[in-house]
């Protein structure tokens, strides 16, 4: 059942436009992520939700009640900021319990409200410590806990991890996550970070420029994006300039060898548009065990890079020669008996057919050349 | 998963990308806007009315048309009378050489104190800071009571002889801008690196004099002059230390003294302090770093 | 310095221990900040013929006239410091939060950096010129209104308008320490306050008047001290017929009027007792503030 819906919501400031043309049904329970670079309104988006911002048209309901002008104090709805924004004169316990002070609820009742807090968030004995005595993922667990005392009925967070350090952050990742799916309260989540997203959302909404590019599942964006900026956005992606030979039956020339592509796209023979293709669907031949199917496209490339990545050994590659060559990022999974060419020496790589999506000057990334962005990749 | 690739993509995407900026929303206030014009205009009025009365009051000074021999009002007779008088340009220069040479002897102290102290003795830092607050701590006048007490008998008799009353008084001032120095200074240099700049000037082959003279103060620059401007303004205005220790001589005890005697030369005399003080003060917000806060205390109350 | 080897020099048994390196600067202290104090504490403790005694400071309690200029400056102080400090809050309040254009913050810092220090003798003068006799505004009040400032009991020359003076300097003092606290104001904490169901007021009453009180408390104990340790000001408004702690001791200096040198180092130590204590208070309550505002 749709519990936080926003319809036809856009923001200006001015004459700038934050954020148009939004739409979103929540489920109660779900976590929906914001994704997207910084300034394309997934924050503005988020600040509406919470009434700091009011929609310049459009509607926000929570739970079958329109919100969109209520001011932020009447909404019930608990945030957590990218700053944490604890109270710097409260104890743990004090900021805690603020929401229910307000709410002049008994104190025997804050008392025992905290108290189960502090324990969800694993911190029982800092109750009476301030703030300035604890480290940046402790305060931002004690601002969760914050924002969940007042029984909220929607859970925001504004890229409530992107202050910390990266290992304290994937641990407070899961603990999010962890704590999210025991309450089963819907969440909304801001980040620019697509890791983040991927592994905590159940829905992800791209945004991009103010608008939303693409709404589905972590599985569907990362395989299936809609749009050249999802397919770059999300993932790691080669965009590799091509020509078409012919649109219909997806012929294309990459660095003058044939290649076929699975997913449809338009275009006259010779035109230039760019492929985009995922590092870790190419596999180099003789590498690692080949699992290679017969209709895989196979071209002939060049060793120029080899780095390895912990987990992955990445190999750069360059296909063809001269205006028409493109480089190539291939990762395989490491392992100690990896069979590593030197550079220079040439290899093939495979790649199926239906992992390429063609980008063409007016498909795909909305506003810029294709090519363009492709060629700044080289 | 490295997102090397997506980034440089990514940056190629935004170069079309208008950042949408998402400014501060104007907040409900407690205080209505109409109440905060109310309180500003009050601020006003408390400091520009007593200027006002003043530039009023110097042109009050009649003075008589050597034609018509009429009086003319207003006039800037109070002004003419003012630079006519050869205790007014006196006292300047004299408080303007004392300012000066304090501002000297206070940078040969503070600027090596507070090197050496941020470069080789931290430990010594707390006892620094403490002689260096210790004006906020001590007023004026029991400063200048002390050192007339100690300094007018044997074996140091300095108050008898007209220069040694000139060096006590710099004395007293030096100890009057150590807060505002050593704050400046210490800020300069906590803004500069120390420790690296000297590195790298030790191992270029510079020594001590060199680094101190060639290096050091070059790059504290703006926080020397911000703290000689603060230090120059209070010692132009001072009237207490001034009076007890040289009478009449300095700017201070001139305007004093001009006050008793003349009616509207000391509003004139009035304004010019003001300016000297607003000018200062000007260069000091030019500098951008004025030094502003707890060191704003002790002055020529 | 010269007195130190050259950087880079291999260490030499006669290389001199670094604290070499301040004590000029701590002679210089001794000589004309330690020692004069010295001898002013020293001298509060013993009797003309030398002896130690006590009876100095008892005797401060029991001199009325010692006493009347400690009320009386204790009276100036707290009331200039409490009223500066309230309207430089609403002052600075007013220009960083209340709405006003933003051109009118930096004209009132300024402003506040030069009346803040401009004070003494031209200040007196000022306001004699006018509040005094024919002042402007004396005369504006008697020509416009047909107000008699004399007949209504009020004089430029007495505490009243001694306080009056000294709020040209105290109130702008405020404006300079307080503006940076207000700036610390997060507005991440209001919209957390909002967004927890609190209410304008319960916003001020519980998150933004705690976080400042600390910085306004402290101040208006500095702003407290400022004004106890002005002399030249009050010298100048009053000549000396308001008795007020700075002033006595100015005129114990010139004529010894307590007939009595060693009285007169122990109320100049009572002085120095409470400066330091405000000082000191003010100290402590200003660093807890920027602990809490850098959190």
């Known amino acids: 059942m749709t519990f936080l819906e926003l319809k036809h919501v856009r923001k200006d400031f001015g004459a700038v436009v934050a954020v148009q043309d939004f739409d979103l049904d929540a489920e109660t329970g779900e976590f929906v992520s914001f994704l997207g670079p910084s300034g394309c309104g997934k924050t503005t988006t988020l600040r509406m939700i919470a009434g700091f911002e009011t929609p310049t048209a459009g509607a926000i309901h929570i739970d079958g009640r329109d919100v969109t002008t209520m001011p932020p104090n009447k909404r019930n709805v608990g945030m957590v900021f990218q700053s944490y924004a604890l109270f710097p004169n409260m104890t743990v316990a004090e900021n805690i319990g603020f929401g229910l002070k307000v709410r002049h609820r008994p104190g025997g009742e804050i008392k025992r409200r905290v108290g189960e807090l502090l324990d969800l968030i694993h911190l029982p004995d800092r109750g009476d410590r301030y703030p300035y005595q604890l480290s940046g993922g402790q305060q931002q667990r004690v601002a969760l806990a914050r924002a969940l005392a007042i029984e909220p009925s929607v859970l925001l967070l504004d890229e409530p991890l992107s202050a910390l350090d990266a290992k304290i952050r994937v641990a407070l990742r899961h603990e999010i996550r962890q704590i999210q799916r025991q309450l089963g309260i819907t969440t909304v989540y801001v980040t620019h970070d697509q890791e983040e997203a991927l592994e905590l959302s159940d829905r992800i909404v791209v945004m991009s420029e103010g608008r939303i590019e693409q709404v589905g599942s972590p599985f569907e964006i990362y395989n299936f994006p809609k749009t050249g900026f999802v397919a770059s956005f999300v993932g790691t992606l080669n965009a590799i300039p091509a020509r078409i030979e012919d649109a219909a039956s997806g012929q294309l020339l990459l660095g003058g060898q044939h290649i076929r592509s699975a997913s449809p796209f338009e275009g006259a023979r010779g035109d230039a548009v760019a492929v985009a293709l995922r590092p870790e669907m190419i596999s180099l031949e003789g590498i690692e065990a080949s699992t290679a199917d017969s209709g895989d496209n196979r071209v002939r490339a060049t060793i120029e890079e080899v780095s390895f990545l912990g987990a992955v050994v990445r190999f750069k590659v360059r296909v063809g020669e001269g205006d028409e060559s493109a480089r190539i990022d291939v990762d395989t999974f490491n392992n100690p008996n990896l069979a590593v060419p030197s550079t220079g020496s040439p290899a093939t790589i495979t790649f199926p057919p239906d992992a390429c999506l063609v980008l063409g000057r007016d498909t795909g990334i909305r506003g810029v050349d294709a090519l363009a962005a492709a060629e700044a990749m080289l | 998963m490295s997102t090397g690739t997506t980034d440089r993509l990514g940056m190629a995407l935004n170069v079309a990308t208008v950042a949408a900026s998402e400014p501060e929303r104007r907040r409900r206030r407690p205080l209505s806007t109409a109440g905060a014009w109310l309180i500003f205009i009050i601020g006003f009025l408390y400091f520009f009315v007593p200027l006002f009365a003043t530039f009023e009051f110097s042109l009050r000074a009649a003075k008589r048309d050597p034609v018509t021999d009429e009086l003319i009002k207003p006039s800037l007779a109070a002004y003419e009378n003012t630079f006519a008088d050869p205790a007014f340009w006196s006292s300047l220069a004299y408080s303007f050489t004392v300012g000066l040479i304090t501002i000297a002897v206070s940078l040969l102290l503070i600027v090596p104190t507070a090197y050496w102290v941020r470069l080789r003795v931290p430990r010594l830092r707390p006892a620094v800071e403490f002689v260096t607050l210790m004006p906020f701590v001590i007023p004026p006048v029991i400063l200048v009571f002390g050192i007339i007490r100690i300094y007018s008998g044997p074996p140091l008799a300095l108050t008898n002889t007209p220069n040694g009353s000139d060096i006590l008084l710099v004395g007293a001032y030096v100890v009057l801008s150590f807060p505002y120095m050593y704050r400046a200074v210490d800020t300069g240099l906590a803004a500069m690196d120390v420790r690296s700049l000297t590195e790298a000037a030790q191992s270029m082959g510079a020594g001590w004099p060199r680094i101190i003279w060639q290096v050091i103060f070059p790059n504290l620059r703006a926080a020397i002059l911000s703290g000689a401007f603060l230090t120059l303004a209070i010692v132009i205005g001072e009237y207490t230390i001034a009076t007890f220790l040289v009478g009449t001589k300095p700017f201070g005890p001139y305007l004093s003294l001009l006050g008793q005697n003349k009616a509207y030369e000391p509003a004139a005399v009035s304004l010019i302090s003001f300016g000297i003080t607003w000018a200062a003060m000007g260069m000091l917000a030019l500098l951008g770093r004025g030094t502003r806060g707890r060191v704003q205390v002790a002055g020529a109350r | ?295």
């Open chain 3, 1 to 295: 310095m010269t007195t130190l080897e050259a950087p880079g020099t291999r260490p030499a048994p006669r290389r001199l221990p670094a604290w070499v390196g301040v004590i000029p600067f701590f002679l210089f202290a001794i000589a004309f900040l330690f020692l004069p104090i010295a001898f002013l504490v020293i001298g509060s403790f013993q009797t003309i013929q030398g002896e130690f005694t006590l009876q100095n400071y008892a005797s401060l309690t029991d001199n009325s006239y010692i006493q009347t200029a400690y009320v009386n400056s204790i009276q100036i102080s707290a009331i200039t410091a409490i009223l500066g400090g309230l309207f430089g809050f609403l002052l600075a309040y007013a220009v960083i939060l209340g709405g006003l254009p933003g051109f009118l913050r930096d004209a009132l810092m300024t402003f506040s950096g030069v009346a803040s220090n401009f004070a003494g003798v031209p200040l007196a003068l000022a306001f004699v010129f006018t509040l005094g006799n024919v002042g402007l505004v004396t005369m504006w009040l008697e020509d416009i209104f047909g107000f008699q400032l004399q007949e209504s009991g009020f004089t430029i020359y007495s505490i009243a308008g001694l306080a009056i003076v000294y709020m040209y300097f105290q109130f702008p003092l405020m404006v300079l320490i307080i503006a940076p606290a207000i700036d610390g104001l997060r507005r991440d904490w209001r919209e957390a306050a909002e967004n927890m169901g609190a209410s304008g007021f319960q916003y001020w009453r519980y998150v933004a008047l705690p976080i400042l009180m600390p910085s306004i408390l402290g101040t208006t104990i500095l702003l407290f001290g400022n004004a106890f340790g002005a002399q030249a000001t009050a010298f100048q408004l009053t000549g000396g017929t308001i008795p007020i702690a700075p002033v006595v001791i100015g005129a114990q200096i010139r004529g010894d009027v307590l007939r009595d040198p060693n009285l007169g180092y122990a109320m100049a130590m009572g002085m120095v007792a409470i400066m330091g204590v405000s000082i000191t208070i003010y100290t402590v309550l200003q660093r807890r503030s920027e602990r809490w505002l850098r959190s």
